[in-house]
């Protein structure tokens, strides 16, 4: 898939999210499974260095991403992008990613999921959580789905709400 494909699809779904929350300040989060993943993650780099691949600026503030069964695009030249600019670094190391990723996996390979977390940090992205997940497939489990839930609850501050 082409980085203007990616890029089309970012843009989208931020038009969405823009048209949803009218203005309003929310604690946005984006995640996915599988090529959902893909996106959360370019989505990721996006906001990190502050524009998409077209160069269009990139508009959320972003919260946290999750990643389930994915990869990363673009992971070669991230790291490039990001050291260039002092802002990139900042937003990189302030936003928190948990990559869930089963290791029988035999659609997304789990040494991808693997890559990915490990280009992230090379990157500068500080907060990177990687679970593996034994004799899971491409699909998944309600233990991950516990495991997100807690993720999101804490990094959006969201502990004992309703």
């Known amino acids: 898939m082409s980085s203007f494909c990616i890029d ?3 843009i989208y779904l931020e ?3 823009c048209l949803t929350i009218n203005y309003v300040i929310v604690k946005v989060a984006v995640g996915g499974f599988s090529m959902g993943a893909a996106i959360a993650l370019y989505s990721a780099t996006c906001f990190a260095i502050g524009r998409y691949g077209n160069g269009i600026p990139y508009p959320v503030n972003l919260r946290t991403v999750v ?3 994915g990869w990363l695009p673009g992971s070669r030249s ?3 992008k990001i050291e260039v600019s002092h802002e990139a670094r900042r937003r990189a190391t302030s936003l928190p990613i948990l990559l869930c990723h089963g290791i029988s996996d035999d659609v997304i390979l ?3 999921g693997e890559k990915s977390a490990q280009s992230l940090c090379s990157a500068g992205f500080r907060y990177v959580a990687f679970k593996s997940y034994d004799g899971l497939g ?3 489990i309600p233990r991950e789905m516990d495991e997100v ?3 999101l609850s804490s990094k959006l501050g969201l502990e ?3």
């Open 15 to 17: 038009d969405l999210l």
């Open 78 to 80: 991230l790291r490039n």
């Open 138 to 140: 491409h699909y998944t």
């Open 160 to 162: 004992g709400s309703s």
């Open 110 to 112: 789990y040494k991808y």
């Open 8 to 10: 089309e699809i970012d």
């Open 67 to 69: 990643g389930l069964s």
């Open 149 to 151: 839930c807690t993720w």
